[in-house]
C-alpha cells in the first residue's frame, strides 16, 4: 500500500486549504483511513478518519465543524477540507489507512499500518 499526500502549503488564518492522499496497491474496501498531524514538538493528534465500506466519519473536537473529510472510491484518493484554518492548526499532516478498522480505532494512530509522507501546513495570523 502506498499513500501520496499532497496539497499542503502556507495560509492566513480563517483561510482554507483542500489537502489530498492518493493511495494505490490494492484494493481499500473494508479499510480506515484516516489524516493526523504532529506540531514541532507535540505529539501525533488524530484529525479525521473516514471508513471505505459505509463512509462512517470521526473527527477530533478540534477541528470539528472546520475539517470535512472524504472520499473519491474512483480515485482512491481521501480529501481533507479544511476551513476556517488557525494557527493552531500549523503542523505536518500525514494519511494513512489500514484494514478492517472498527471505529474505536478509527481515531488511533497506532491501529493504522500505512503512512504516507507528511505534507506541511503553515496557518499565519
Known amino acids: 500500500v502506498q499513500l501520496q499526500a499532497s496539497g499542503g502549503g502556507s495560509v492566513q488564518a480563517g483561510g482554507s486549504l483542500r489537502l489530498s492522499c492518493a493511495a494505490s496497491?490494492?484494493?481499500?474496501?473494508?479499510?480506515?483511513l484516516g489524516w493526523f498531524r504532529q506540531a514541532p514538538g507535540k505529539e501525533r493528534e488524530f484529525v479525521a478518519a473516514?471508513?471505505?465500506?459505509?463512509?462512517?466519519?470521526v473527527y477530533s473536537d478540534s477541528v470539528k465543524g472546520r475539517f470535512a473529510i472524504s472520499l473519491d472510491k474512483a480515485k482512491s484518493t481521501v480529501y481533507l477540507q479544511m476551513n476556517s484554518l488557525e494557527l493552531e492548526d500549523t503542523a505536518v499532516y500525514y494519511c494513512a489507512a489500514s484494514p478492517g478498522l472498527i471505529y474505536s480505532g478509527l481515531g488511533v494512530a497506532a491501529s493504522y499500518n500505512y503512512w504516507g509522507q507528511g505534507t506541511q501546513v503553515t496557518v499565519s495570523s
Open positions: 473516514i471508513r471505505w465500506s459505509g463512509g462512517t466519519t
Open positions: 496497491g490494492r484494493t481499500f474496501s473494508g479499510y480506515g
